[in-house]
């Protein structure tokens, strides 16, 4: 185990690179699942943009016209016939990303929610949310995508300097973002979210402080903070790799982080995810169920899920992969009633794997009751309490295991990239000895992309 914890050069992963693949287990062990809970959130995936942002890599497409009334029809059909194919009986939250989403009519949405509402329950007052540009938010879109059903809206400012925007090819202004905030407050009053990146090339600490201090002036509901990742193939990555931009420093990214708590904190935020603020209770129940490993259905293009299968009695819990590109997916949705392009049953390992990597991301951490569900035979105290990595970590100041279960300190929070590994493997050493299927990988080791809406 490393004697200093590093900045994290992925302070943001979430969703879209959540754990997966591995066949199921076949050696005795904890069973998961054996009440597969009836309720699963789900996520839809809107794949096109007008315009690709020059640091996106996200499954999303810029074509010259999408057909709506064939991607419409082929959401609507996969949703019913994956949630038949679950045991799915109530969805929880909905979660419309992309993509760009906004660029759908609220027509489409409506139709999905109706398909869902139709094939399970779908509480009144669930969470709906609808991820939007602010250039594609006009009062009367979204005017209409409230009567659609959509309750809450994250809006994907990333920026309030124009020249930041421009940089990341953002199609909006700040002055554009800031009347999209406000007809969205006025609409989603205590329900609107905004993005925010931190860590773009030549940003200060100082510049970084003021955005966020101008941006607490609009929305105190919902903050989402992301360290802007340089991934290959974008042209903001080309820039910065051919020197045409600086490259911020893990320092400076440290700072920054920080800096954004400590502001956030102060304004009666709670910090309640790695990325995530909220004040009032306005925590997204949506991606708090990633987070928590429930279940969840992937809808759309390269969306991800999590379910188990109604013919699977209760047990197995599958990772799914919808086909990625949009055409191709629809050929298969209008040909068997779903685009899943991969499932691989998880092994009770990477289920604990997973639980692990994700719940870790939450101030509340890993309670005794959810490790229980995926581990009824070995307690977190048993995996973690015992001399080993995990103990050190304790000692260290980086994490905490007690009544309420496991979690990570604020200082643990900050650098979890760098504690999971350790983690990881005390989880695959213990469970190897308890006769399971040991397997040496990690989370970072795997294929990621997939269900966002983090």
């Given amino acids: ?160 300097d124009d020249a930041e925007l421009r940089m990341l090819g953002r199609e909006h202004t700040a002055a554009e973002a800031l009347k999209a905030v406000e007809a969205a407050r006025g609409l989603f009053p205590g329900r609107t979210s905004i993005d925010l990146l931190f860590g773009l090339p030549g940003q200060s600490r100082d510049a970084w402080a003021q955005g966020l201090e101008a941006t607490l002036r609009v929305c105190d509901d919902h903050i989402s903070l992301y360290q802007l990742t340089l991934e290959r193939g974008t042209a903001l990555a080309a820039q910065v790799r051919g020197g045409a931009l600086p490259a911020p420093p893990q320092d400076l990214l440290a700072d920054m982080y920080q800096t954004a708590r400590n502001v956030l904190v102060a304004a009666g935020f709670r910090h309640y995810e790695v990325s995530n603020f909220a004040r009032k209770g306005a925590l997204s129940t949506h991606n708090l169920s990633y987070w928590q490993a429930e279940q969840y259905i992937g809808v759309g293009p390269g969306a991800h899920g999590r379910f188990v299968l109604r013919a699977e009695g209760g047990c197995g819990r599958e990772a799914r992969v919808q086909t990625l590109e949009p055409v191709a997916w629809m050929r298969e949705v209008q040909s068997q009633g779903h685009g899943t392009r991969s499932r691989a049953v998880l092994s009770p390992l990477e289920q604990l794997e997973e639980l692990l990597t994700l719940g870790l991301r939450t101030d509340e951490g890993i309670t005794h009751k959810r490790w229980g569900h995926f581990s009824p035979q070995l307690s977190l105290q048993a995996v973690f309490g015992e001399p080993g990595e995990a103990r050190a970590l304790q000692q260290e100041g980086w994490l905490v295991l007690d009544n309420g279960g496991l979690r990570c300190t604020w200082a643990g929070l900050a650098v979890l990239d760098s504690l999971l590994p350790d983690l990881l493997w005390q989880l695959q050493r213990v469970l190897g000895a308890a006769r399971l299927p040991p397997r040496a990988r990690t989370a970072g080791e795997r294929g990621g992309g997939g269900a966002r809406g983090l």
Avoid at 78 to 84: D, H, K, N, P, V
Avoid at 103 to 131: N, R
Avoid at 132 to 152: I, Y
């Fill in 1 to 160: 185990m490393a004697a200093a914890r590093s900045w994290p050069r992925k302070l943001a992963a979430v969703a879209g690179a959540l754990p997966g693949g591995g066949g199921p287990g076949r050696a005795p062990g904890p069973a998961p699942d054996t009440a597969a809970p009836a309720t699963a959130a789900l996520y839809v995936h809107w794949p096109y943009c007008r315009k690709r942002c020059s640091y996106c890599n996200f499954n999303t497409y810029v074509v010259p016209a999408v057909d709506e009334a064939a991607v419409r029809s082929c959401l609507v059909r996969e949703a019913q016939t994956l949630l038949r194919l679950s045991q799915v009986h109530s969805v929880t939250s909905v979660f419309f990303g992309g993509g760009t989403p906004s660029l759908a009519s609220p027509g489409t949405i409506a139709a999905v929610l109706e398909a869902v509402a139709g094939a399970a329950h779908l509480p009144a007052g669930a969470e709906v949310t609808l991820e939007a540009n602010p250039s594609s938010t006009s009062a009367s879109a979204l005017d209409g995508f409230r009567a659609a059903g959509v309750n809450r809206l994250s809006i994907g400012i990333q920026s309030l």
